[in-house]
């Protein structure tokens, strides 16, 4: 079951983090967030497109940091219920940000560049607490698996990449401690 | 692996409403996060507390309960369990407690950590930023958005088949072997694809270019990706590992935000505008991760623990450490 979990929040992490570059690249997100740079052509602008990546990222530099301490105080098992919960949460406040802007879409380029900043910073600071959140678990996740056990981080590469047949090992490692 | 799941279903997720010129083309997408989290959380709501956390804090029935939960169905182990668990925490506590940040940066550990650093950072110059947002850089490159979407599911596909065969390959050649190979082809790919964006554009270079670029993600999704983890999980001591994976993790943030600033601007039609033509910066970084490389980092495949902290005590050349033999009653 263990694995399960472990191989899900990695699927999670990555889906989060592959949306957004999707995004960009999506005509009608383009229309609604981007200005236009030829006739009938939209994109989003430089910062709010790196933005939109980093937000993510600078949440997960926080998290590194963050993940051990509350993991210590709470441990893993609220740690994880937590971050999933605030996760649910931050997913409700990038699917409803975009509701509140639809009224002056059709307007001038000046105008939609302004929406892009202001519509584009929300969904980045719900995405700045899902990368936080979702670093979060992953530490978790390897946490689970290091205390003092030397094979252990190669479960970490193998949760990355390869994780099956780490797992297994991981886990053992975690009950035996050979 | 689950990695390349995830970028698979969002890649097929976007294709399928990328059409749709109106919210929903991104609203369902973001709704579709939820089928994680929910059951999620019921799974890990059922599932034990970690039996260290539990024995750290003193909780010594909790512990046997969660262990009797995750361990065997045989009788009497979880009590052998629990005590050497038990034990092991006590040896670590006699041993110092836990390792200090600044350990890391003293004497022979802080050759270790910077080739984890290294290792980590350089995961964002060789070109994995053009895959991360592989849809709007084929768009970039001239292809219309509907074949850009089916492209980026292809790309998704074929880094999860790539990740299947750097099982095997992990398993036969060295770790650094494949990270000097995968970098130099990586580079070379980078160069042939800014060439490609700076001759006369037809229809042809636009599909090179993607096909490219497509080349370059299946590459690092089957060397340097994996083998980074690799790396990563060998260089530091046993003592530092967790520390010093934190550490490295934290040093590719480091690089990557700024990286992301340069990877957004390089592409898009209101910064520099470049599309393929990135190549020749994403080469060019790519060659420098090559050469530091190839002076530090050492080989690390097929030794034991005991023997990489004698390499690294003798202060051995990365080039050396292959070449090393350590004798059984070398204890150095």
Same mark, same amino acid.
Request: net charge positive.
């Given at each position: 079951?263990?694995?399960?979990?472990?191989?899900?929040?990695?699927?999670?992490?990555?889906?989060?983090?592959?949306?957004?570059?999707?995004?960009?690249?999506?005509?009608?997100?383009?229309?609604?967030?981007?200005?236009?740079?030829?006739?009938?052509?939209?994109?989003?602008?430089?910062?709010?497109?790196?933005?939109?990546?980093?937000?993510?990222?600078?949440?997960?530099?926080?998290?590194?940091?963050?993940?051990?301490?509350?993991?210590?105080?709470?441990?893993?098992?609220?740690?994880? $219920?937590?971050?999933? $919960?605030?996760?649910?949460?931050?997913?409700?406040?990038?699917?409803?940000?975009?509701?509140?802007?639809?009224?002056?879409?059709?307007?001038?380029?000046? $105008?939609?560049?302004?929406?892009?900043?202001?519509?584009?910073?929300?969904?980045?600071?719900?995405?700045?607490?899902?990368?936080?959140? =979702?670093?979060?678990?992953?530490?978790?996740?390897?946490?689970?698996?290091?205390?003092?056990?030397?094979?252990?981080? =190669?479960?970490?590469?193998?949760?990355?990449?390869?994780?099956?047949? =780490? =797992?297994?090992?991981?886990?053992? $490692?975690?009950?035996?401690?050979? | 692996?689950?990695?390349?799941?995830?970028?698979?279903?969002?890649?097929?997720?976007?294709?399928?409403?990328?059409?749709?010129?109106?919210?929903?083309?991104?609203?369902?997408?973001?709704?579709?996060?939820?089928?994680?989290?929910?059951?999620?959380?019921?799974?890990?709501?059922?599932?034990?507390?970690?039996?260290?956390?539990?024995?750290?804090?003193?909780?010594?029935?909790?512990?046997?309960?969660?262990?009797?939960?995750?361990?065997?169905?045989?009788?009497?182990?979880?009590?052998?369990?629990?005590?050497?668990?038990?034990?092991?925490?006590?040896?670590?506590?006699?041993?110092?407690?836990?390792?200090?940040?600044?350990?890391?940066?003293?004497?022979?550990?802080?050759?270790?950590?910077?080739?984890?650093?290294?290792?980590?950072?350089?995961?964002?110059?060789?070109?994995?930023?053009?895959?991360?947002?592989?849809?709007?850089?084929?768009?970039?490159?001239?292809?219309?958005?509907?074949?850009?979407?089916?492209?980026?599911?292809?790309?998704?596909?074929?880094?999860?088949?790539?990740?299947?065969?750097?099982?095997?390959?992990?398993?036969?050649?060295?770790?650094?072997?494949?990270?000097?190979?995968?970098?130099?082809?990586?580079?070379?790919?980078?160069?042939?694809?800014?060439?490609?964006?700076?001759?006369?554009?037809?229809?042809?270079?636009?599909?090179?270019?993607?096909?490219?670029?497509?080349?370059?993600?299946?590459?690092?999704?089957?060397?340097?990706?994996?083998?980074?983890?690799?790396?990563?999980?060998?260089?530091?001591?046993?003592?530092?590992?967790?520390?010093?994976?934190?550490?490295?993790?934290?040093?590719?943030?480091?690089?990557?935000?700024?990286?992301?600033?340069?990877?957004?601007?390089?592409?898009?039609?209101?910064?520099?505008?470049?599309?393929?033509?990135?190549?020749?910066?994403?080469?060019?970084?790519?060659?420098?991760?090559?050469?530091?490389?190839?002076?530090?980092?050492?080989?690390?495949?097929?030794?034991?623990?005991?023997?990489?902290?004698?390499?690294?005590?003798?202060?051995?050349?990365?080039?050396?450490?292959?070449?090393?033999?350590?004798?059984?009653?070398?204890?150095?």
């Amino acid at each position: 079951m263990s694995r399960t979990v472990t191989d899900s929040l990695k699927v999670m992490e990555s889906f989060d983090m592959f949306l957004n570059g999707n995004f960009v690249a999506l005509g009608a997100f383009q229309q609604k967030y981007g200005v236009m740079v030829a006739a009938g052509e939209f994109s989003i602008p430089t910062k709010w497109q790196s933005a939109l990546f980093q937000a993510g990222q600078c949440g997960a530099f926080v998290g590194v940091f963050l993940a051990g301490p509350i993991t210590n105080r709470i441990g893993y098992r609220w740690t994880t $219920i937590l971050g999933l $919960i605030l996760m649910i949460l931050t997913i409700f406040v990038s699917f409803f940000v975009s509701e509140m802007n639809t009224t002056p879409q059709l307007s001038t380029k000046r $105008i939609s560049g302004q929406l892009a900043r202001t519509s584009c910073s929300r969904p980045s600071t719900g995405g700045y607490s899902m990368g936080l959140l =979702h670093r979060q678990l992953s530490c978790i996740c390897v946490r689970n698996c290091t205390p003092s056990a030397p094979w252990c981080l =190669h479960g970490y590469s193998a949760d990355v990449m390869v994780n099956w047949f =780490h =797992h297994r090992r991981c886990r053992n $490692i975690l009950l035996q401690q050979t | 692996m689950s990695w390349s799941i995830g970028s698979i279903i969002v890649a097929a997720a976007t294709y399928s409403y990328n059409k749709r010129n109106d919210e929903w083309a991104w609203r369902v997408p973001i709704a579709l996060q939820w089928i994680f989290p929910v059951p999620l959380l019921v799974l890990v709501w059922l599932s034990p507390e970690s039996p260290w956390w539990l024995i750290r804090r003193g909780r010594k029935e909790e512990a046997l309960r969660s262990i009797k939960r995750l361990g065997s169905k045989r009788e009497g182990n979880n009590e052998e369990t629990l005590a050497m668990m038990e034990r092991t925490v006590e040896i670590e506590a006699q041993a110092g407690g836990a390792p200090k940040l600044t350990d890391l940066f003293k004497g022979n550990d802080l050759r270790r950590t910077l080739i984890t650093c290294f290792i980590y950072m350089s995961q964002n110059f060789a070109g994995n930023l053009i895959a991360n947002q592989a849809t709007f850089f084929f768009e970039q490159a001239g292809i219309s958005p509907d074949f850009a979407f089916k492209l980026n599911l292809i790309n998704s596909c074929l880094q999860f088949v790539a990740n299947i065969i750097s099982l095997p390959l992990t398993g036969w050649f060295g770790r650094r072997t494949i990270y000097l190979y995968g970098t130099a082809f990586n580079a070379t790919m980078l160069f042939i694809l800014g060439v490609c964006a700076t001759v006369k554009q037809t229809n042809g270079t636009n599909y090179a270019q993607a096909c490219l670029g497509i080349i370059i993600s299946f590459v690092y999704a089957g060397t340097l990706g994996p083998i980074s983890y690799s790396i990563i999980a060998e260089t530091s001591s046993v003592r530092l590992r967790a520390l010093s994976t934190g550490v490295g993790r934290a040093a590719y943030y480091v690089a990557e935000i700024p990286m992301i600033y340069l990877a957004s601007k390089l592409l898009n039609p209101t910064g520099w505008n470049l599309a393929g033509k990135c190549g020749y910066v994403w080469g060019s970084t790519a060659v420098i991760c090559w050469l530091s490389a190839y002076f530090f980092l050492p080989e690390l495949k097929g030794r034991s623990y005991r023997e990489l902290d004698i390499l690294f005590n003798r202060k051995t050349p990365a080039r050396q450490f292959k070449k090393t033999i350590i004798d059984v009653k070398d204890n150095d």
